[in-house]
C-alpha cells in the first residue's frame, strides 16, 4: 500500500489546529457560562456542543485556507501568464 498524500508534518499541522479550535470552543463557552452565572458543572455537561462548535470552527478555518490559497494560485498562475 501507497503512503497517504499528507506528510507527517502536515497532520501535526491539522490535529494542533484542531485543538486550537477546541480550546477555543471552551473558552466561548466558559465566557458564556460566566456571562449567565451559571454552575461550573455546565462545562461537563455540554461537552457534545463544545466538539460539534470546534469542528465548525475547523471547517470555517479550512474554507477560508482554501480561499486564501485558490486565489493566491490564481493570482501566481496569471502573473506567469504576463
Do not use: Q
Not at 4 to 26: M, P, S
Amino acid at each position: 500500500m501507497k503512503d497517504t498524500v499528507l506528510t507527517a508534518r502536515r497532520k501535526k499541522i491539522e490535529i494542533i489546529t484542531l485543538l486550537v479550535c477546541f480550546v477555543l470552543a471552551n473558552l466561548v463557552n466558559l465566557y458564556a457560562i460566566i456571562a449567565y452565572n451559571r454552575s461550573m458543572m455546565e462545562m461537563i455537561t455540554s461537552i457534545f456542543y463544545i466538539i460539534i462548535f470546534a469542528f465548525v470552527l475547523y471547517a470555517c478555518w479550512t474554507l477560508l485556507r482554501l480561499l486564501f490559497y485558490g486565489v493566491k494560485a490564481l493570482l501566481a498562475k496569471k502573473k506567469n501568464r504576463l
